[in-house]
């Protein structure tokens, strides 16, 4: 259900939802570079390095 709300609400492909989704339901860092998930309260650990 989640993952239905992050395609509605936010725009978010359905692999990026069902991604979402987990990392919503578990309340778990998801690992991408996609900024979008900053917008809905994700932890995100960046791909990129800091150098």
Known sequence: LTAA???DDHGFTPFDAIH?????ATDRPILT???DY???GVDRV???SDS
Do not use: Q
Not at 20 to 24: C, D, S, T
């Open 5 to 7: 709300v992050l395609a």
């Open 20 to 24: 979402g989704g987990i990392a919503v």
């Open 46 to 48: 960046p791909l990129e």
């Open 38 to 40: 900053d917008d809905i």
């Open 33 to 35: 570079s996609e900024r």
